[in-house]
């Protein structure tokens, strides 16, 4: 700090002390105080500045908005405030006053509280529009959503379908909806769900809600099903803040799998029917004849039928190769064992393999390893390189003669479930056991093709 | 002989399961193959035990069930719809799978203790 002559040693101390740039010109513009803050604001010395005029050091700026700043003070004598960018580039809040015939300036450095401020305005113009984006997806999707911030849903938002899905008005207190409903009730799977173990009840308390099938039943008599998911919403250090449920209506959905299984099962009862009578009409019509050809006929008829029952509880979708091979494999079970991986099969493979299985199950059990106490008889499956491979080997029974003449059975299995399964089937009649492997794409046993 | 009323819609499958009977040493009273008929047996003929297909041309056979389950006498029931068919008041009832062989027949008429 330096000053004239006139002014003493204490104002220097003062000015200097103010932690704030300051200068004083006198009414010709003339620097005469110019405090330690004011040289490192703008970058000169007091020892350049003190004598020197304002105009000269900052020709640049005597018509810009500062400079008229500056210049409407001194000619109108009065205190003037406020912010601009200073005569070096930095934004500052100042005071001007008044001082003798010249001027007094105050001002300090607010360039690093504009950035903040800019960049949080910034933010919240971001946070603003990325909400009213999110209000528009919500307002617009065809899915129910409710948040709350606390774990007893005392405040609780949800969207326009949120409402609709419970039949409220758009600015009913969605917190009394979901605490005392009045007008619906809900269950699941038949029994009475109260408000506190639904999914964002649940959620508030930090479970995650997947997939939960839930009826929703109002005073008027109608019910929809829905589908809901819940989950917290969590704080960065992991407090429970609030949750969020979203719910699907999917009652028409609901309505058409129930009329699709309704069918399924006529369908399969009809099937079973059909079955029945061709059962009746070759029992009646073949009473005189064989009794061992009536049974084959009959076993035939009914591991078609068991293979049928098997995929109609999976709405024909397909089965599972184990309870196929089980299925089809009744007579002498305790003697087979079954060993391979859980693997689906397309309908058309279900039934193929069961017919085969069968054939191979009472061959083994009339002329095989089957037919005496000591035999057995050792099923294995496996799939590897987009192949499926299947291993029937028999142990343990009586010697096994090739078959001079190939019987339905073996046809079936080999000519009839190659071609289904567009493989190769083989049946090997090992003195010591009959082998029978089947080796076939997999994408023909286990996908719609 | 232990005698058995046959309820059964499709009266070529009846007359196997009187068949079967037969072969199993069973006596058949009578074979209905309608609802109203069922039940009017079901009230006034004499039998042991009854064997009856759920759906009768559509009709369920449960109110028969409901008369016989009255007087005392057991029955097995068969269809070809699953277990699932079952009403809630016969459920765990002895139930047999169409179509069903001999031998089937035979051991559900032994587990039924019939």
Not at chain 1, 190 to 200: D, I
Not at chain 2, 101 to 109: G, I, M, N, Q, V
């Amino acid at each position: 700090m330096a000053v004239e002559p006139q002014a003493g040693k204490l104002l220097t101390t003062i000015l200097d002390g103010i932690g704030q740039p300051f200068y004083a010109v006198d009414g010709n513009w003339r620097i005469y105080l110019y405090n330690r803050d004011a040289a490192q604001h703008f970058g000169r010395s007091a020892k350049q500045m003190i004598g020197t005029m304002l105009w000269e050091n900052f020709p640049q700026d005597i018509d810009t908005e500062r400079g008229r700043i500056i210049r409407g003070a001194m000619a109108s004598r009065e205190v003037v405030r406020g912010e601009t960018l200073s005569l070096v580039g930095r934004y500052i809040s100042y005071v001007i006053f008044p001082l003798g015939d010249g001027l007094g300036v105050f001002f300090r450095d607010i360039t690093d509280r504009r950035n903040a401020e800019r960049q949080r305005d910034e933010a919240e113009e971001a946070l603003r529009k990325r909400s009213a984006e999110l209000e528009a997806v919500l307002e617009t999707i065809p899915t129910a959503v409710w948040f709350t911030t606390d774990p007893e849903l005392r405040n609780v938002v949800g969207n326009r379908r949120a409402t609709e899905l419970l039949r409220t008005a758009r600015e009913a207190d969605l917190s009394s909806t979901l605490n005392h409903p009045d007008h619906f009730a809900v269950f699941r799977e038949g029994n009475a769900v109260p408000p506190e173990a639904r999914p964002l009840h649940r959620a508030a308390r930090g479970e995650i809600v997947n997939n939960e099938l839930l009826e929703v039943r109002f005073a008027g008599g109608d019910r929809r099903m829905i589908l809901m998911r819940a989950a917290p919403l969590r704080s960065n250090t992991g407090e429970l803040q609030g949750a969020v449920a979203a719910a699907a209506d999917v009652t028409e959905r609901h309505r058409h799998e129930d009329h699709l299984q309704l069918l399924v099962n006529e369908l399969n009862h009809r099937v079973k029917n059909t079955l029945a009578i061709v059962q009746s009409i070759a029992t009646l019509t073949l009473k005189d004849i064989d009794p061992a050809v009536r049974a084959a006929f009959e076993e035939r008829l009914l591991t078609l039928s068991g293979a049928h029952s098997l995929l109609t509880d999976e709405s024909w979708d397909g089965a599972h190769l184990a309870a196929v091979a089980r299925a089809s494999l009744r007579a002498g079970r305790d003697r087979i064992s079954f060993a391979g991986e859980d693997l689906r099969l397309r309908p058309k493979s279900a039934v193929a393999l069961a017919m085969a299985l069968h054939e191979l199950g009472t061959n083994a059990l009339k002329y095989g390893a089957l037919s005496v106490e000591q035999g057995s008889v050792a099923v294995r499956w496996s799939t590897s390189d987009g192949r499926f491979r299947l291993h029937w080997e028999e142990r343990g029974g009586p010697v096994v003669l090739a078959p001079v003449r190939r019987g339905f059975g073996s046809r079936m299995i080999e000519r009839g479930l190659a071609a289904e399964l567009r493989g190769e089937v083989r049946i090997d009649w090992r003195p010591e056991g009959v082998v029978c492997t089947i080796d076939a794409p997999l994408v023909a046993i286990h996908e719609r093709v | 002989m232990r005698r058995v009323l046959v309820v059964e819609d499709e009266v070529l499958v009846g007359m196997m399961i009187e068949e079967m009977l037969q072969d199993l040493g069973y006596e058949l009273v009578a074979l209905a193959t309608h609802l109203d008929q069922a039940l009017a047996l079901a009230r006034s003929e004499s039998f042991d035990f009854a064997l009856l297909d759920i759906n009768l041309n559509g009709k369920q056979s449960f109110p028969v069930a409901d008369v016989i389950r009255e007087r005392g006498l057991p029955f097995l029931f068969a269809t070809g719809y699953g277990d699932r068919i079952l009403d809630a008041h016969y459920t765990g009832a002895p139930l047999l799978q169409k179509p069903f062989s001999l031998e089937e027949l035979r051991r559900a008429l032994k587990r039924a203790g019939l």
